[in-house]
């Protein structure tokens, strides 16, 4: 299978800060990466879809000034949480897909907690 | 949107018994149809897949139906072990733009 890194794994930061996550295919190219955010015993809620050079597609509901999503190459995409907040606190979770209609590879997770 | 559900959202079996979690989708223009195991901490993997273009698809002790006309798809376990123990999320894909999620079954195998 393939590999997805998400960096960190853990953050806190204080409130009003803002926080970056990276997610990154270690040994293929990405088409489009996904970004999720998954409450305690809850689903994915997709957040956003990105593709490489071109503006994120964010779901209804999710503040795309607030999500700041960046994917600047096939293989990198990044989440700042801006002017960060408690209720932002979550596990943040990324995914890749190397084509249409294939396997999406998950990053590891990111546990934000805002202080 | 895509609105992807999902049931039972809790399964207890016995081990050796059969699993089966049912999805339904909205958008018919779905064509992608995982299932992702997710055990605690760790990260969703994928354990099945299936197409538009396929009505049934197996591995081993893992089976995936499809009804595109109804638009539902189930997660068929047999021969349940402790080790299947897990949450299971079903997803739905369209083209790679969209990649929706099922709200998840805590599948429990009871030795």
């Known amino acids: 299978g393939a590999v997805v890194s998400q960096h960190p794994s853990r953050v806190i930061c204080k409130s009003g800060t803002s926080v970056k996550i990276e997610c990154r295919s270690l040994?293929?190219?990405?088409?489009?990466m996904f970004w999720y955010r998954q409450f305690p015993k809850k689903s994915l809620m997709l957040m956003a879809t990105?593709?490489?050079?071109?503006?994120?597609?964010?779901e209804q509901g999710v503040e795309k000034d607030k999500f700041l999503i960046n994917h600047a190459s096939l293989t990198l995409s990044t989440l700042t949480v801006t002017s960060a907040h408690p209720e932002d606190s979550s596990f943040y979770i990324c995914s890749a897909i190397k084509t249409e209609n294939t396997e999406a590879f998950f990053g590891q997770g990111t546990r934000l907690t805002v202080v | 949107g895509e609105n992807v559900e999902q049931h039972p959202s809790t399964l207890s079996v016995q081990e050796g018994d059969s699993a089966v979690i049912k999805c339904t989708y909205s958008?018919?223009?779905?064509?992608?149809f995982p299932w992702y195991k997710q055990e605690l901490g760790k990260r969703p993997q994928l354990i099945i897949d299936?197409?538009?273009?396929?009505g049934e698809k197996k591995d081993q002790r893992i089976a995936v139906t499809l009804n595109k006309t109804a638009k539902h798809f189930s997660l068929h376990i047999t021969e349940t072990q402790p080790e299947d123990s897990a949450v299971y999320f079903c997803?739905?894909?369209?083209?790679?733009?969209?990649?929706?999620f099922g709200t998840g079954t805590s599948l429990t195998v009871i030795p």
């Open positions: 299936i197409r538009s273009n396929v």
């Open positions: 040994d293929f190219q990405a088409t489009t």
């Open positions: 990105s593709n490489e050079g071109s503006k994120a597609t964010y």
């Open positions: 958008d018919s223009a779905s064509n992608y």
């Open positions: 997803a739905a894909s369209w083209s790679g733009n969209q990649f929706y």
